[in-house]
């Protein structure tokens, strides 16, 4: 009878490419971007806020990097698209959703349309996985995204720098808020619930 060999300590170290090691910084980074938030609301200093927001940011650099390693050594693996997907829930989903909460939106509507907007971003990425070779068609790179790419998120953070930086946070945010059922809502919120709608949708976007 065979018996399997057990696994070496740091067996799966040894297995990592250089683009999976870029993949691991984008999803640091958004992890930093959630510590930033969580200092935030104990804190309230609102430097805080940009340090998040940067994070998210230098996730996107790396993010785009890690694809470029990955073509230039002509080296990429099912692990490595795991880890990019796994590290892309973690920068442009989580990290906006909780970068939205910690700058106003923390009615009981804006929480669902967070999370749901999270869940979408998961399901884009999910969708992408076990669609990415009929997307690339007879060639080896896809060529068109179905739903917008959850990096896309970054215009959302981005709108809350620019809130964070003119003064809009909590009672300020921008487009105040309104009571429904005797729940909170933030108008600005939509903007999430948008931004997820177009992720889990049909439209084809050309990858460039």
């Known amino acids: 009878m065979n018996v399997p060999e057990p696994h070496k300590p740091f067996s799966m170290i040894r297995e990592f490419q250089l683009a999976d ?67 892309d829930v973690i920068s442009f989903g989580v990290a906006p959703a909780v970068i939205a909460y910690g700058c106003g939106m923390q009615g009981l509507y804006d929480r669902i349309i967070l999370t749901g907007f999270v869940a979408c971003g998961v399901s884009r990425l999910a969708r992408y996985n076990v669609t990415a070779e009929a997307l690339s068609g007879d060639g080896d790179r896809v060529k068109y995204f179905e739903g917008t790419p959850i990096p896309t998120s970054l215009l959302l953070v981005m709108m809350m720098f620019w809130a964070a930086s003119r003064g809009a946070l909590g009672e300020s945010l921008w487009f105040g808020k309104v009571m429904l059922a005797g729940f909170t809502l933030h108008p600005l919120v939509l903007l999430f619930a948008v931004s997820g709608s177009l992720m889990v949708s049909r439209i084809r976007f050309p990858k460039f």
């Open 21 to 87: 090691w870029f993949t691991l910084a984008n999803a640091v980074c958004g992890t930093g971007a959630l510590f930033s938030m969580l200092t935030y609301l104990q804190t309230t200093e609102v430097r805080h806020v940009y340090y998040a927001c940067g994070m998210v940011v230098a996730a996107l650099v790396f993010d785009v990097l890690d694809g470029r390693i990955a073509r230039w050594r002509q080296k990429s693996s099912l692990l490595g698209r795991e880890l990019d997907s796994l590290a």
